[in-house]
């Protein structure tokens, strides 16, 4: 079994930070990449960004040069650091990864955490 269990999540004033983190436990043999998602209410999850198994990071229009993504391959942790934090960011944020629990490709399978609230005030 394997769990995304995420953490950080909160209330904070726009133009605040959070950083939410996000830990794989259980039979994690690796982790070939990791993603953070969000959803608002009303509105489909969207992408917010992501990072493979080397140093190659994505992160969403909305959010670049306000929000970085960053991973610890030795914990099977991953970090989402949210300066500059606006209303529109207000969302249920969900932790994704795509793990493998063998040495096999064909263990790889892609898991959710349970979702972390934002709630940023303007």
């Known amino acids: 079994q394997v769990q995304l269990v995420e953490s950080g999540g909160g209330l904070v004033q726009a133009g605040g930070s959070l950083r939410l983190s996000c830990a794989a436990s259980g039979k994690v043999f690796s982790v070939h990449a990791w993603s953070w998602y969000r959803q608002a209410p009303g509105k489909q999850r969207e992408l917010v960004a992501s990072i493979t198994s080397g140093v190659y990071t994505n992160h969403a229009d909305s959010v670049k040069g306000r929000f970085t993504i960053s991973r610890d391959n030795a914990e099977n942790t991953v970090a989402l650091q949210m300066n500059s934090l606006k209303a529109e960011d207000t969302a249920v944020y969900y932790c994704?990864?795509?793990?493998?629990?063998?040495?096999?490709?064909?263990?790889?399978?892609?898991?959710w955490g349970q979702g972390t609230q934002v709630t940023v005030s303007s």
């Open positions: 994704n990864a795509v793990i493998l629990t063998g040495v096999s490709t064909g263990t790889a399978r892609n898991y």
